[in-house]
């Protein structure tokens, strides 16, 4: 389900969801303004949120090997950390400028958009689920996920290291 959203241009709740298609890695949400007119692709909060959970994971074990311990930090390194955050605000900041400037309209319906049929699959029915948890889902997402991915390990490890040696 899918709220209304208030139209950046004419700022008022008219903003109407009506396609969704699957990107490669999120689902992207057309809406159409019913009182201007004007057409809007946005990624839902909950991808907004993985993206930028991920980004900053990325970024930190970088910083790490970059800069932890160092006295000489070379013109190059800084050079590649300095376009890594650059290249991160290009690519989340105009998602982010795009919920910031149409937000959910308050009381506003929801509305069922059902995916276009190249899109539907397994992967894209998770993906949809997820996305009701917002933006605060998509940051602890991946930790939830590296959490569940090392426990499993760690109990198979036991159990071979326990049973089978």
Request: glycine content about 10%; aromatic content about 14%; hydrophobic content about 45%.
């Amino acid at each position: 389900m899918v709220k209304t959203r208030i139209c950046g241009s004419c700022k008022k709740p008219t903003l109407l969801p009506v396609s969704r298609k699957r990107d490669p890695y999120n689902t992207v949400v057309g809406y159409l303004c019913q009182n201007c007119g004007r057409k809007i692709n946005i990624v839902p909060a909950f991808s907004v949120g993985n993206g930028l959970a991920i980004a900053w994971a990325v970024l930190g074990f970088w910083y790490f090997v970059f800069f932890h311990n160092s006295v000489y930090n070379s013109t190059l390194s800084i050079s590649l950390y300095a376009g890594a955050v650059v290249t991160v605000v290009l690519v989340w900041g105009p998602e982010c400028l795009r919920h910031w400037m149409n937000p959910v309209a308050k009381g506003g319906d929801a509305v069922e958009v059902k995916l276009e049929k190249e899109g539907r699959g397994s992967v894209t029915s998770v993906l949809i689920w997820c996305e009701r948890f917002g933006f605060l889902g998509g940051l602890i997402a991946p930790v939830v996920f590296a959490s569940v991915f090392l426990s499993v390990a760690a109990i198979l490890g036991f159990i071979n290291y326990t049973y089978f040696q």
